[in-house]
């Protein structure tokens, strides 16, 4: 989906190195997530954010934060990557229509590998 | 906790047959149900949600139901395509809510 974009699609780091993870949207939504993908184990959602000034903890926030640079703009960072960090990033967005969220729409993701 | 899972890893299906994709859910407080569809390289796309209010709902090929009685949910694609292969998993959660529940994902293989 154009309309999500996420950079870069692929990454390859060392162990204790800063990463940043971009996303930009052109849907217009207020809302954007990050989701992790790994293995067996389905989406996990990292943060989330319901506009500019709102930043939210998912379920496996530890190593990571994020910042909301603009409506369009949601980046996402490990901060001194390990190894376990290795996954397949996805940053999604959604709407907002007669106060209910709609379904997410989704990036092609970034693939991370620390070594 | 409460988890989302599907029952089968692995589905082969016959072009031009009908699929079937299961999910169990655990959450029985859970009224909303979403499908998303994750070819290799690319992100999860929408196929099709439902709410609790409902057992069936039907989109362009596609079919879920819902057992709120068994906490049961499946995707049914009809005339099974090649572009049909892809990993399926459902979600749950609260309607309006996207703090959603991911399954672990079922992958299908059309054979020719």
């Known amino acids: 989906d154009a309309d999500v974009t996420q950079t870069p699609r692929n990454r390859i780091t060392k162990t204790g190195k800063r990463i940043m993870l971009e996303c930009s949207q052109t849907?217009?939504?207020?809302?954007m997530y990050w989701y992790r993908q790994d293995p067996g184990l389905g989406l996990r959602l990292i943060y989330y954010s319901f506009d500019v000034k709102d930043i939210n903890k998912g379920e496996i926030s530890d190593g990571y934060s994020v910042s909301r640079q603009a409506q369009a703009k949601f980046s996402l960072s490990l901060e001194s990557a390990i190894p376990n960090q290795t996954a397949l990033y996805f940053c999604?967005?959604?709407?907002?229509?007669?106060?209910?969220?709609?379904?997410?729409?989704f990036g092609d993701g970034t693939r991370l590998s620390i070594l | 906790g409460e988890s989302v899972g599907l029952h089968l890893p692995t589905l082969s299906v016959q072009e031009g047959d009908n699929s079937i994709i299961n999910c169990a859910y655990s959450n029985s407080a859970s009224d909303y149900f979403i499908w998303y569809k994750q070819e290799s390289g690319k992100g999860p796309q929408f196929i099709i949600d439902?709410?609790?209010?409902?057992d069936k709902r039907q989109g362009q090929r596609v079919t879920v139901l819902l057992n709120k009685t068994v906490k049961h949910l499946s995707l049914q694609i009809a005339a099974t395509q090649p572009g049909d292969s892809a990993v399926y998993f459902c979600?749950?959660?609260?309607?309006?809510?996207?703090?959603?529940?991911f399954g672990k994902g079922n992958q299908v293989v059309v054979i020719p």
């Open positions: 979600a749950e959660g609260y309607y309006g809510n996207n703090r959603l529940a």
């Open positions: 439902i709410r609790s209010n409902m």
């Open positions: 849907k217009g939504h207020d809302r």
């Open positions: 999604a967005t959604s709407d907002r229509d007669r106060g209910l969220d709609q379904p997410q729409h």
